[in-house]
């Protein structure tokens, strides 16, 4: 416990004083102020005094200064009523008492005689009571000095205590102080401490948060491992499953394997047997190709020969039945009533009238037909004439497009061995020409074109098995009113001027046509579609007057316009119909003195041909103006002539040959 002190004296500033705690020591006195120090905190009691609010004396004193501290009571002074001043104070002493009495006497105040011995008296009571008062108080002060002396003692005794206890308190002050600085650099140390704690804890709790974040992503990633590691369980369980099941198989396919290498050993050893054998096969089929090539061109050879035996220009003729719309129509059977034109009232005698007299005399080779017509001479007599026609071949109205394309059939494979062939249509209006050579849509009434396409590419085929090979193109062109119309070109109407250009080169000859379209044809229905297209940008007037050409190339298939007389056109009133009639009998004209000329020239040797006086002639005819030239070679035309079995007599029939 502490207590507080006065100011230290210099003795105690050779110690610092503490920094923090300014506690103030009680200062080291030396002798002199000892008593005064010692008093101080006693506060003894004045003397004479005995009062209860004075502070508790210590046990030593106490009794003595409450016992022997007595005051005297004063003298009780008598003071005579006097004009004089009096004083309420005691007198100081009886002699100045007296001696002031009498100064009063001596004025000579005769009033104060009396009090003067009054005075007197009490003078001496109080020179009595003085003296005893002196007396009693000296013996007091003896005593108080003998209390004073063992309060001194007490004192020193009490001073050197405090000495010892203030040596003890400095020691302990100084223990203090090296206390209080060691609790100073305990507590600095330690609020250092405190502070390197608080950043440890501060980083430690960051580490911890940051933890506790990796902790939650890892808890995350660890959820969806776990995920993962579940499919992939049920995954290598399933694998486990499946490789248990492909082990099975595994081990079957080795035994499997096994007995295969077995067989594998006796097949290898077979196989160089059959290795030595293939090769001589191979050596053989080198062989057998080089003689199936050899056998080819020999085929080729002897086709060749036979065609040229069978003519290389042929002429068909083919005859169309009557077909039913022609005995019930107003224009065959005319507009009579009555009797018929023969008198005849019998409509078999009448529909005889109707179709014209053709006989087919020759029923061994079909070459021949006859044509006999009656006439009435101006006497009325009947007259028959009777005219005979020998082609190459004839068909009668019975005949299927299958009968007929078995003639030109070979004619298909001549143009894939490589020669020029050429086959068209020539005949009336309306005798059959597109029947025979486009036909009808089902497989029966099929044309010539389609068949002999297809005969192409199944030859080609059939080729190409051989080594050959083959590449096909089309053109599709149309002449008319003497100009060349590319059906191929992009636009519905060809604008472009096309020329009609003859090559001849030392090994070869041929005819082209500028600037036209050419279209790969790699099927038979490429070719349909051609067809079709081109079909579907003809130029086909009100009338059936027009002239169909497909030109170049190894196969040219012709449809020409029919020929008319312009009276049977129905066309003659039209100034366009007359032009186009006339142009095509023109080219009809032309292309018939070229066949003759032809025809002619190849028995006769050198003569004119004369191709230049049609576009006809000078297209179509310059493939046929390679004849003679190619004649040698084998190229070949097949002609149409296609004849009705109406009983017209404006049917020219042409027989160049
Ligand atoms: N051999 C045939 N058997 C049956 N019908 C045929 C035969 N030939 C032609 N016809 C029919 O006769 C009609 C006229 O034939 P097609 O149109 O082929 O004549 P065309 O000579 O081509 O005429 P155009 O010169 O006007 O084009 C058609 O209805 C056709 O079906």
């Not at 000579?108 to 011995?117: D, N």
């Not at 190459?392 to 009968?403: A, G, I, L």
């Not at 119909?577 to 018939?592: D, M, P, V």
């Amino acid at each position: 416990m502490l207590r507080s002190w006065p100011e230290p004296s210099p003795i105690c500033t050779s110690t610092p004083a503490p920094r923090m705690n300014k506690r103030k020591l009680p200062p080291i006195d030396d002798d002199d102020d000892e008593s005064e120090a010692f008093d101080q905190p006693r506060k003894l009691p004045a003397i004479g005094t005995n009062t209860s609010s004075h502070p508790e004396p210590t046990s030593r004193n106490k009794p003595r200064l409450l016992s022997g501290l007595t005051k005297p009571d004063p003298p009780k002074l008598t003071v005579p009523h006097c004009s004089t001043r009096a004083t309420s104070a005691p007198p100081k002493s009886s002699s100045a008492t007296l001696r002031s009495g009498r100064r009063r006497v001596a004025s000579g105040s005769t009033r104060t005689t009396e009090a003067l011995r009054d005075l007197q008296n009490q003078v001496t009571s109080l020179g009595s009571a003085q003296a005893s008062n002196a007396l009693r108080i000296a013996q007091q002060l003896d005593a108080e000095r003998t209390k004073v002396a063992e309060i001194q003692a007490d004192h020193h005794a009490l001073y050197h205590e405090l000495a010892s206890s203030r040596e003890a308190e400095l020691d302990k002050r100084r223990q203090l102080v090296d206390s209080t600085e060691q609790l100073e650099q305990l507590r600095l140390k330690h609020a250092k401490e405190v502070s390197e704690f608080e950043i440890q804890l501060q980083k430690r709790t960051n580490d911890i948060r940051q933890l506790s974040e990796d902790l939650r992503g890892a808890k995350a990633d660890l959820g969806r491992e776990r995920t993962n590691v579940t499919s992939l369980k049920s995954m290598i369980s399933n694998q486990s499953a499946a490789q248990i099941s492909l082990n099975a198989q595994m081990n079957a396919l080795q035994t499997e394997r096994d007995a295969l290498q077995a067989q594998l050993d006796t097949v290898t050893s077979t196989a160089s047997e059959h290795n030595l054998d293939r090769q001589s096969a191979l050596r053989r089929i080198a062989f057998l190709e080089q003689e199936a090539r050899e056998a080819e061109m020999v085929r080729r050879k002897l086709h060749n020969m036979i065609q040229e035996l069978k003519g290389n220009i042929r002429v068909f003729c083919r005859v169309r039945p009557v077909l039913p719309r022609e005995l019930a129509s107003p224009a065959t059977s005319g507009t009579r009533s009555g009797p018929f034109s023969n008198g005849s009232t019998n409509p078999e005698d009448h529909a005889k009238t109707l179709v014209a007299d053709i006989g087919f005399p020759d029923k061994r080779d079909h070459k021949e037909i006859v044509l006999t017509s009656t006439s009435s001479s101006a006497m009325g007599q009947q007259r028959k004439e009777v005219s005979a026609f020998s082609f190459d071949r004839v068909f009668e109205p019975e005949s299927t497009q299958c009968d007929v394309f078995e003639e030109i059939s070979l004619l298909a494979q001549s143009c894939v061995d490589g020669y020029n062939v050429c086959i068209f249509a020539y005949g009336q209006t309306g005798s059959g020409k597109s029947f025979t050579m486009e036909g009808g849509s089902t497989e029966a009434t099929v044309g010539m074109i389609p068949r002999a396409v297809n005969e192409v590419f199944r030859a080609a085929d059939t080729l190409r098995s051989k080594g050959w090979q083959y590449t096909m193109e089309g053109q599709f062109l149309e002449i008319y009113n003497e100009t060349i119309n590319d059906l191929l070109g992009k636009g519905e109407f060809d604008k472009k001027k096309h020329e009609i250009k003859h090559e001849k080169t030392a090994t070869n000859a041929s005819t082209r046509v500028t600037d036209v379209n050419v279209m790969p044809l790699r099927t038979p229905r490429e070719v349909s579609a051609l067809l079709r297209l081109a079909n579907s940008r003809r130029t086909v007037a009100a009338t059936l007057m027009n002239e169909r050409e497909r030109c170049e190339g190894s196969l040219n298939l012709v449809d020409l316009a029919g020929s008319e007389r312009l009276n049977s056109s129905g066309a003659a009133g039209l100034k366009e119909r007359l032009k186009e009639t006339q142009n095509i009998n023109r080219s009809l004209s032309a292309l018939g003195d070229v066949i003759a000329a032809l025809g002619e020239k190849g028995e006769k040797g050198e003569k004119h041909i004369p191709y230049r006086n049609s576009k006809v002639g000078r297209s179509f005819m310059h493939a046929l103006l390679r004849l003679p030239l190619l004649f040698l070679i084998g190229d070949r035309v097949g002609i149409f002539a296609n004849l009705c079995c109406r009983a017209s007599p404006s049917s020219p029939i042409l027989c160049p040959g």
